[in-house]
C-alpha cells in the first residue's frame, strides 16, 4: 500500500472559528471554538512535515522560529520553516512578515516588551489564491479571518515575542536570538508550472505542487514520503478513497485519480521538484 489516510485532530484555541471550511464539521454550538486540524501519522518516529488548516477570528501572536542549526543545539531535530496557502480571508485580512525597517536585538527586545511591535511589523494584505512562504527567523503573526493551509517543518517549537497581553509565555531571550528583525524579501516564484501542474514553493525545506482534477502516477523516491492535501473534490489514490477535508501520504509509486473540479496539494520534503 502506497496510500495512508491520515488521522484528523481538532485543536480548539480561544482565537478560532465556530465556522470552518467545507469537509470539516463546525463546532457543536456551546462548544469551543476550532483553531486548527492537524493531520496526524501513525508512525513512531515523527516526519519531517506537519499540515495544518487554520481558521482565524483575531490575530495570533508575534513568533518567529528557528533554524535547523539553532533547533538542534537547544535538543530539537529540526527548526521550522513554514507556508501558508491562503483559502479564504475577509476584507481586511492581514499577516505580519518581517519589520518595516531594520531593528537592533536591543530595539527588538524592547519593542516586544512594551508592544509597540505589533505597530513595527509588516502587515500585509492577504486575498484567496495568494501563497507565502516563511523562512526560519522571520518574525510572523497571522491575522484574524483567515482559512489557510499550513505545510510545516515538523517541530513543536515557537518562540512567542508578543502575545497582545495574554498570560502565555513568552520567549524573549531565545526569540530575540534567532530572530531575523528585517524587511521581508519572498523566495522568487518557481518556474516550470503547467496548467495541470502549479509549483508553489520550490524548497529550501520542502515543496509545495497544486494540482487541479484528473489522472496522473507520482513516484517518490525511496524512503521519502509525500503529502496529498484534499482542499476540495474526491478521488482516490491506489485504491484509497478520498474528499475534501482529508490528507493522504503517499509513498513509492501512487496513481492518482481526482474528480473533475478537485483541488489539490501535493507536499514533500527537499529542494528540488520530483
Known amino acids: 500500500m502506497t496510500a495512508t489516510l491520515l488521522a484528523t485532530r481538532r485543536v480548539e484555541k480561544p482565537w478560532g472559528r465556530?465556522?470552518?471550511?467545507?469537509?470539516?464539521?463546525?463546532?457543536?454550538?456551546?462548544?469551543?471554538?476550532?483553531?486548527?486540524?492537524w493531520f496526524q501519522t501513525s508512525d513512531a518516529k515523527a516526519p519531517?512535515?506537519?499540515?495544518?488548516?487554520?481558521?482565524?477570528?483575531?490575530?495570533?501572536?508575534?513568533?518567529?522560529?528557528?533554524?535547523?542549526?539553532?533547533?538542534?543545539?537547544?535538543?530539537?531535530?529540526?527548526?521550522?520553516?513554514?507556508?501558508?496557502?491562503?483559502?479564504?480571508?475577509?476584507?481586511?485580512?492581514?499577516?505580519?512578515l518581517g519589520t518595516k525597517a531594520p531593528m537592533?536585538?536591543?530595539?527588538?527586545?524592547?519593542?516586544?516588551?512594551?508592544?509597540?511591535?505589533?505597530?513595527?511589523?509588516?502587515?500585509?494584505?492577504?486575498?484567496?489564491?495568494?501563497?507565502?512562504?516563511?523562512?526560519a527567523g522571520t518574525i510572523h503573526a497571522i491575522g484574524g479571518g483567515l482559512t489557510l493551509i499550513e505545510t510545516q517543518?515538523?517541530?513543536?517549537?515557537?518562540?512567542?515575542l508578543y502575545d497582545y497581553g495574554s498570560d502565555r509565555e513568552l520567549?524573549?531571550?531565545?526569540?530575540?536570538?534567532?530572530?531575523d528583525a528585517t524587511p521581508f524579501h519572498p523566495l522568487p516564484t518557481p518556474a516550470g508550472s503547467t496548467p495541470d501542474r502549479t509549483i508553489l514553493a520550490e524548497g529550501p525545506k520542502f515543496v509545495i505542487e497544486r494540482w487541479p482534477g484528473g489522472d496522473r502516477e507520482?513516484?517518490?523516491?525511496?524512503?521519502?514520503?509525500g503529502w496529498l492535501v484534499v482542499v476540495a473534490g474526491e478521488g482516490a489514490a491506489d485504491g484509497v478513497?478520498?474528499?475534501?477535508?482529508?490528507?493522504?501520504?503517499?509513498?513509492?509509486?501512487?496513481?492518482?485519480?481526482a474528480k473533475a473540479g478537485s483541488d489539490l496539494l501535493f507536499a514533500y520534503p527537499g529542494d528540488k521538484r520530483l
Open 153 to 160: 517543518q515538523n517541530v513543536d517549537l515557537t518562540y512567542r
Open 48 to 96: 519531517e512535515l506537519l499540515i495544518k488548516y487554520l481558521f482565524t477570528s483575531e490575530r495570533l501572536s508575534v513568533q518567529v522560529h528557528p533554524d535547523d542549526e539553532s533547533a538542534r543545539a537547544a535538543g530539537y531535530p529540526r527548526g521550522k520553516d513554514e507556508a501558508w496557502l491562503i483559502l479564504a480571508a475577509e476584507p481586511d485580512a492581514t499577516i505580519a
Open 171 to 179: 520567549h524573549l531571550d531565545a526569540g530575540v536570538k534567532v530572530a
Open 18 to 37: 465556530h465556522h470552518l471550511w467545507p469537509g470539516f464539521a463546525d463546532p457543536a454550538n456551546g462548544a469551543p471554538a476550532v483553531g486548527e486540524v
Open 104 to 135: 537592533s536585538k536591543d530595539e527588538l527586545r524592547a519593542a516586544a516588551l512594551d508592544g509597540s511591535i505589533v505597530d513595527k511589523l509588516d502587515w500585509k494584505p492577504v486575498k484567496a489564491g495568494e501563497f507565502y512562504y516563511s523562512p
Open 241 to 257: 478513497g478520498w474528499r475534501a477535508g482529508e490528507t493522504l501520504t503517499l509513498s513509492g509509486t501512487a496513481h492518482i485519480t
Open 218 to 225: 507520482v513516484t517518490l523516491p525511496e524512503g521519502k514520503t
